[in-house]
C-alpha cells in the first residue's frame, strides 16, 4: 500500500496537469470513443484479459481527473461524465497501471481507429505522479545514478577507462594492428561516439564491435570518459526538469569535444530521449547532425566504407525492431538493409517494423524490479514471435531489448543468441 497522499502532493499534481494544457492535450483527453481496438494491440492486456489493462482505460484516468477539475460539467456534475477525483483511490490506481502496466511502446496508438496519442496521456499522468513524489524508487534511483554520477550505472571514471583500455588491446590483436585504437576525449573528431552504461558494465563485446567497424571504415571518432551515457531515464519517469540535465550534459560535451556528427548508441529511447525530444525539453534546436549507429552502419555499407561477406554468418536470424528506434522514430529499413547484406538467412517476426510487439523492457519496466513478474508474463507473446521464427540468432539494435530478450531466453528456454546489430556487422566484417 501507498502512503497517504496529502492536499499538497494533490495540488502539485494538478498544478503539473494544468501547465500541460494545450490543444493536444485538450484534444486527446476529449476523444477516446471506447471502441475496444486497442486491446488487441496491448501485451498486457493481451497477455492477462483483464479490462483494466485496456490501454483506453489508461487514458480514462488521466481524461477522468482532467475533467474533474477543468471542465464544468466535471466540476458540478462530475458522475454525468465520469470525472474522478485525484484521490488516494485514483492515485493508487495511476500508479499501477500507467507505470506498472505500460511500457509506452506506442503500438496502441497506431492501432486506435481514432488516433488518441494513448502514450502521450500515459506519459501525462507519470508527469503528474512524479511532481506528486511519486515515481517508483527503483526507476527514480536509475535517474538519480545518472544525475549525481554522470551515467545511470553509476559507473566511475577509472572503472570506464580500465574497461575501454582491455577492449583496446583486444581489438589490436583481433585487427592484428598495434596502431588501432578506441580514442578517448579526442577534440576535433568528425564523430563523438555514445555508449549505453550497460555496454562497459554487462555487454563489453559490442564496444568492441563497433571500435571494430570504425577501425575498417578508417572513421574518425571519439568517445568522452565525462559523458558517454545515451540513455535518459528522466524521460520515462516523466521530469522534464531532470531530462534537461541529462540532455544538456551530452549537449555541453559533443561542444566541449568540438566534433561534427553525434552517434547515438544502440539505444532506442536514448535516441529518442535525445535526438527527436531532447530539442522540446531543451527548449534549443540542435545544430549539428544527430543520428543512430543504427543508420551510421547502413551508410558505411551502402558507401562501400566497409566490406563484408554475408556467407560468414549461416544461422538463421530474425530481427526485433525497438519501439522507439521503429515505431516512434521512423528508423526501419536501415536495421534490414545492414541484415540484408551480413547474413545469408534473414526471416522477419509477424508481426514486424513499425507494427512488431514489444519486448516488454521498455518505459522504465527493466528499472522497476516491483513489477517483473507481469513483464515477464508479457514478453511471453515476444518470445512466441521469436520462437515461430525458427531463428538462432536474434537482433535488436537496443540495450534495453538485449537485456529483456535475454532475460525471456532463459526464461522462456529459447536457446538463442541475442545480438546487436554492430555485433553481425563486426561478424561480417572483411579487414584488408
Known amino acids: 500500500m ?50 483494466k489493462f485496456l490501454p483506453a482505460m489508461k487514458v480514462d484516468l488521466v481524461s477522468s481527473v482532467y475533467k474533474r477539475y477543468f471542465t464544468f460539467t466535471g466540476r458540478v456534475f462530475p458522475k454525468l461524465i465520469n470525472a474522478r477525483d485525484l484521490d488516494q483511490e485514483t492515485t493508487e490506481e495511476m500508479v499501477d497501471l500507467l507505470f506498472g502496466a505500460c511500457t509506452m511502446c506506442g503500438r496502441c ?106 577501425y575498417a571504415a578508417k572513421e574518425s571518432w571519439t568517445l568522452s570518459t565525462e559523458m558517454y551515457d545515451v540513455t535518459n531515464y528522466a524521460f520515462f519517469s516523466g521530469n522534464p526538469k531532470e531530462a534537461k540535465v541529462i540532455a544538456d550534459r551530452m549537449h555541453a560535451e559533443f561542444k566541449s569535444l568540438g566534433a561534427k556528427e553525434l552517434v547515438l548508441a544502440e539505444c532506442g529511447h536514448g535516441d529518442r530521449a535525445y535526438r527527436w525530444e531532447a530539442p522540446n525539453y531543451m527548449k534549443t534546436k540542435l545544430d549539428y547532425k544527430v543520428y543512430t549507429s543504427v543508420e551510421l552502419l547502413a551508410d558505411y555499407i551502402k558507401s562501400g566504407r566497409i566490406k563484408v561477406d554475408k556467407e560468414k554468418i549461416k544461422q538463421r536470424v530474425t530481427l526485433h525492431d525497438p519501439c522507439n528506434l521503429a515505431r516512434n522514430g521512423g528508423v526501419v529499413s536501415e536495421q534490414r538493409y545492414v541484415l540484408s547484406q551480413t547474413v545469408s538467412d534473414f526471416v522477419e517476426m509477424t508481426p514486424h517494423g513499425i507494427d512488431n510487439l ?75
Open 358 to 432: 514489444c519486448c516488454g523492457g521498455g518505459g522504465g519496466q527493466l528499472a522497476m524490479s516491483e513489477y517483473n513478474e507481469r513483464r515477464m508474463k508479457i514478453g511471453r507473446l515476444k518470445a512466441d514471435q521469436i520462437r515461430n521464427t525458427g531463428a538462432q540468432i536474434v537482433v535488436t539494435p537496443c540495450h534495453n531489448c538485449v537485456d529483456q530478450l535475454s532475460q525471456l531466453n532463459s526464461f522462456y528456454k529459447l536457446n538463442v543468441q541475442i545480438k546487436t546489430l554492430a555485433e553481425i556487422v563486426a561478424d561480417a566484417l572483411i579487414i584488408d
Open 109 to 214: 496508438n497506431i492501432h486506435c481507429s481514432i488516433g488518441v496519442d494513448i502514450a502521450f496521456l500515459v506519459r501525462t499522468g507519470r508527469m503528474m505522479l512524479t511532481e506528486m513524489g511519486l515515481t517508483p524508487a527503483t526507476l527514480q534511483s536509475t535517474v538519480n545514478a545518472a544525475l549525481t554520477t554522470g551515467n545511470n550505472m553509476g559507473i566511475t571514471k577509472e572503472e570506464f577507462v580500465d574497461t575501454l583500455n582491455w577492449l583496446e588491446e583486444d581489438l589490436r590483436e583481433e585487427v592484428n594492428d598495434p596502431e588501432a585504437s578506441i580514442p578517448l576525449n579526442e577534440k576535433g573528431k568528425k564523430l563523438m561516439y555514445t555508449l549505453n552504461p550497460r555496454e562497459p558494465k554487462f555487454f563489453p563485446l559490442s564496444i568492441s564491435a563497433m571500435a571494430k567497424v570504425f
Open 2 to 51: 501507498m502512503e497517504r497522499i496529502t492536499d499538497q502532493q494533490i495540488e502539485k499534481g494538478l498544478q503539473m496537469l494544468r501547465s500541460l494544457q494545450d490543444g493536444k492535450l485538450i484534444t486527446h483527453v476529449n476523444s477516446c470513443v471506447h471502441c475496444g481496438l486497442c486491446g488487441e494491440s496491448c501485451l498486457y492486456y493481451l497477455a492477462n484479459k483483464e479490462a
